[in-house]
């Protein structure tokens, strides 16, 4: 029986508990339930601890949700894939703990649990008990960030191992290692392969005594450099949970042990199988440490980008005390202060433009090339940097709360997710490890029985134990996820879901909403035509002008199309808006009327067949089409569009060449939504459709296009949330609403829709580098054991060495590792317009 105290939201009075309470003991294996009205507290008996999800289901259909957290914790003696399922039951195991996800690539742990009492104290106590301690003095928050300075990284970008005391301890270790496996080394291998070394060993200091010289020199080299795989690798053994280190252990102690027989109780061995192997034993420890030290550094690189995130705020910043500009530390900034920004400096917190006005480089953030200008008003992003304008800022956003701090943490949650592809990894290396111990002790028996001699019996069995390698198997997937993550952050594509990394190789359909997605958001001026006789930029500075005491979107565009070419709007007199037709206003001198063509006749204004003919093809295009006419004379036609994104043609295109079908799902009248697929190449049309018809249209989508895979939607409202939650994967554009985004599993930062394509390219890399990595890393083991275990040696004599083994498994995890590292160089296939440059330089 498990008792489990636990808050509840929307507690608010008596119905309520008595709802909740309902609700969680209709959930089987609930015996009791009860809930507190006053604290908002429930204590529940349950029969079974892995029922505790089915409960915060229960209880959160009935509306009264759980309160839950999040934490990571980096854990010790994560070593091989085995590791991780181990860390996984012994976490879900503990009571109020919802889900648990290790990673062997950070060797960390991600818990989701439920908040009441001592919850994480328990946790971390069932975690040692299972042999894989939380790191001494780690503390991590809910989000999974870590509570250090986020400002702090590593002095060199690249490598965050060089002042790790781990690393430096295993540093240590492996040149103490080699300092002692050398003369071991020499003396044994040398006395067999060169003749006159052996005779001038057994002159001077005798055979017995350089197995003796070689028994002290190994005997330290275990019980120092070597003692991590005996301290953790025979405990797992004892309790029945062996993982890489012990199959080490038992390697290098069969080895040892055999060998100190040979050299002190001779007598004991038959006759001609008296020999040492303190040479395998050392040579093997030292391989595999150089093999940890090499992996060590490997995956001090995968963390690049989020070093890369941490580097972009600065320590300091310059704030205004008392009429003063201080330097103050980063931490010491808050919501509301005023901020002086200086040429060149980076943005220290999230704010809004005061005075003055200043470029600003967000390239590092979106990935687009283009500085952005800024002026009072205007919003300022940490971690962007300024150009060569002086500008004086207020503070928003600080410390966790800025979108940096919320991006780091995103990505971070991304890298430590699992992909579907890990679970039959995990399955299978649970049992790995006592597999081949299994196979060890099975080789060791059948060549004791029908092969030359004891020796090669054992030798048989230790090189089994040896080459074995769970560690390419665990680090297959992981050490990509993180890479290719970190990597799709520097290139302005957020995973807020790991798993989609993985899904959006599987579509094949992308679905677009079209307003802000891959139209602008908002419209603008796209043609202007005076009839014979009227100069455009005088009759538009008057229509402007006209139009300037009016807030409708129509002469926003308007207006905002005669500054762009740096008109000077004449002041209007007198304004007379028509709703539905128009407005009839005295500018300049002059008295004009703009609308449509009932508004012009009205008015006695005669307008030409031409000008007419051309408003009907600007209108067959989706755009509004007006007239305006002076002094009741017809002085050109103009329209009014929502124009479409630079990058959407682009996009567009390079999805149809990866294979992949396009589709416009709008609440935008059929016409204009035709107009527009039709301008940039999109294959099927759903038009006129509200929040809720996004869904079905994605459905109905679906049974089209069933045969074509998965399906991602793109938006950025917050009708699109809907259809980002329904589809498979839903791919949020970052300059839309905080809505769109939290319902979505990826963010285009940059607000490109091209990003979908970089994002769909990302994804089939990072794919098939897990693939290579995981045929490496099975096709290794499936190749090299029935080797190791010598099946070769009836027909052909050979027989595989220990200290062989041992390179070749050091050296599969360091493959492993070395090609996901290579999705650090990954550059999308088609650059998108606008970044290319930027996401270069970052490369």
């Known amino acids: 029986m498990t008792t489990l105290t636990l808050s509840l939201q929307n507690i608010h009075c008596g119905g309520c508990v008595g709802r909740a309470e309902r609700a969680m003991r209709g959930v089987d294996g609930v015996t009791a339930a009860s809930v507190n009205l006053a604290t908002r507290g429930a204590e529940v008996q349950l029969d079974r601890a892995e029922q505790v999800g089915a409960l915060v289901d229960g209880l959160a259909r009935a509306g009264y949700p759980a309160v839950t957290e999040s934490l990571e914790w980096p854990l010790t003696n994560m070593h091989c894939g ?13 009571p109020g703990v919802i889900a648990a996800s290790a990673s062997m690539a950070t060797e960390t742990v991600q818990v989701q649990y439920l ?39 590593s002095e060199d970008p690249a490598d965050d191992t060089a002042h790790d005391p781990a690393m430096s301890a295993l540093t240590r270790n492996l040149i103490v290692a080699a300092i002692l496996t050398l003369p071991v080394f020499v003396l044994e291998m040398g006395s067999h392969l060169i003749a006159p070394f052996h005779h001038w060993v057994v002159a001077t200091i005798g055979q017995t005594t350089s197995w003796a010289v070689q028994g002290a020199l190994t005997t330290v080299l275990m019980l120092g450099p070597g003692r991590m795989f005996y301290r953790q690798g025979v405990p797992a053994l004892w309790h029945l949970r062996p993982d890489m280190n012990s199959l080490v252990a038992v390697g290098t102690l069969s080895a040892y042990l055999y060998s100190l027989v040979a050299l002190f109780a001779p007598g004991l061995l038959p006759e001609g199988t008296r020999a040492v192997y303190f040479e395998a034993t050392a040579v093997i420890i030292t391989l595999i440490l150089t093999g940890r030290w090499l992996e060590a550094r490997a995956r001090g690189r995968t963390g690049t980008a989020i070093r890369h995130l941490m580097g972009l705020q600065p320590r300091t910043a310059w704030v205004e005390r008392e009429g003063t500009d201080i330097e103050v530390p980063l931490a010491d900034v808050g919501a509301g202060d005023t901020l002086l920004l200086r040429p060149g400096a980076q943005v220290p917190v999230d704010g809004e433009v005061l005075s003055g006005e200043t470029f600003v ?71 790995f490890v006592p597999a081949v111990m299994a196979l060890a002790a099975l080789t060791a028996l059948i060549w004791l029985a029908f092969g030359p001699d004891l020796t090669f ?54 679905a677009f909403d079209k307003t802000g997605t891959l139209t602008m958001g908002k419209p603008a001026l796209t043609d202007l035509e005076p009839a014979t006789g009227f100069d455009a930029n005088t009759v538009l500075a008057l229509v402007a002008g006209a139009e300037g005491g009016s807030e409708h979107p129509i002469a926003t565009a308007l207006i905002a199309a005669a500054r ?30 703009v609308g449509n063509r009932a508004l012009l006749s009205g008015a006695g204004v005669v307008l030409p067949d031409a000008m007419v003919d051309r408003a009907q093809v600007l209108a067959g295009q989706g755009k509004t089409a007006l007239f305006a006419a002076l002094d009741g004379q017809a002085a050109m036609v103009l329209a009014v569009a929502d124009p479409v994104k630079p990058g959407s043609r682009d996009a567009i295109k390079a999805l149809h060449e990866m294979g992949v079908t ?16 039709a301008e940039i190449g999109i294959d099927h049309v759903v038009a006129g459709v509200l929040p809720a018809g996004k869904v079905a249209a994605l459905d109905n989508l679906r049974a089209k296009t069933g045969e074509h895979g998965a399906l991602a939607f793109v938006g950025d409202g917050i009708n699109d949330a809907p259809a980002l939650a329904h589809a498979d994967v839903g791919v949020a554009i970052g300059t839309g609403t905080d809505v ?17 394509v970089t994002a769909l390219d990302l ?81």
């Not at 991780?84 to 195991?93: F, G, K, L, P, Y």
């Not at 665990?474 to 990394?501: C, N, Q, W, Y």
């Open 82 to 94: 085995s590791c991780i399922t181990r860390v996984e039951r012994a976490a879900t195991a503990v």
């Open 115 to 153: 908040v009441g009492d001592d919850l994480p104290d328990r946790l971390r106590a069932a975690l040692a008990r299972a042999g894989y301690p939380v790191a001494p003095g780690a503390s991590r928050d809910a989000a999974g960030a870590s509570t250090a300075d986020a400002g702090s990284s």
């Open 361 to 431: 480089d967000e390239s590092m953030l979106t990935g687009e090339a283009m500085a952005v200008a800024k002026t009072p008003g205007s919003a300022l992003t940490g971690g962007t940097i300024n150009g060569a304008g002086v500008v004086r800022m207020r503070a928003t956003r600080v410390g966790r709360d800025t979108a940096l701090a919320q991006i780091i943490r995103m990505v971070q949650s991304a890298q430590g997710a699992k992909l579907p592809v890990q679970a039959l990894v995990d399955r299978v290396t649970l049992w």
């Open 457 to 510: 019996a054992l030798v048989a069995g230790v090189t089994v134990l040896i080459i074995a390698c769970p560690c390419a198997m665990g680090l297959a997937t992981p050490v990509s996820i993180m890479v290719a993550i970190g990597r799709g952050a520097r290139l302005g594509i957020l995973f807020r879901k790991g798993t989609a990394l993985q899904t959006l190789e599987r579509v094949r359909v992308v």
């Open 564 to 593: 762009d070419r740096g008109l000077t709007l004449p002041p209007v007199i007198k304004t007379d808006v028509q709703p539905g037709l128009g407005l009839r206003a005295e500018v300049g001198g002059k008295v004009v009327l």
């Open 662 to 677: 396009t589709a416009m799902i709008t609440g935008d009248a059929d016409a204009t939504a035709r107009a527009i697929a």
């Open 740 to 756: 769109a985004i939290e319902a979505a599993d990826v963010v285009l930062v940059s607000g490109d829709p091209g990003g979908i």
């Open 763 to 843: 994804s089939r890399h990072t794919m098939r580098n897990i693939r290579q990595n995981l045929f490496w890393a099975f096709g290794y083991n499936a190749a090299l054991i029935p080797v190791a275990a010598g099946v070769l040696y009836p027909a052909f004599g050979i027989l595989l060495s220990p200290m062989l083994a041992a390179g070749a498994m050091a050296l599969s995890s360091v493959f492993v590792l070395t090609n996901a590292l290579r999705l650090r160089r990954f550059a999308p296939a088609r650059a998108t317009r606008g970044g290319a440059d930027a996401r270069e330089g970052q490369a």
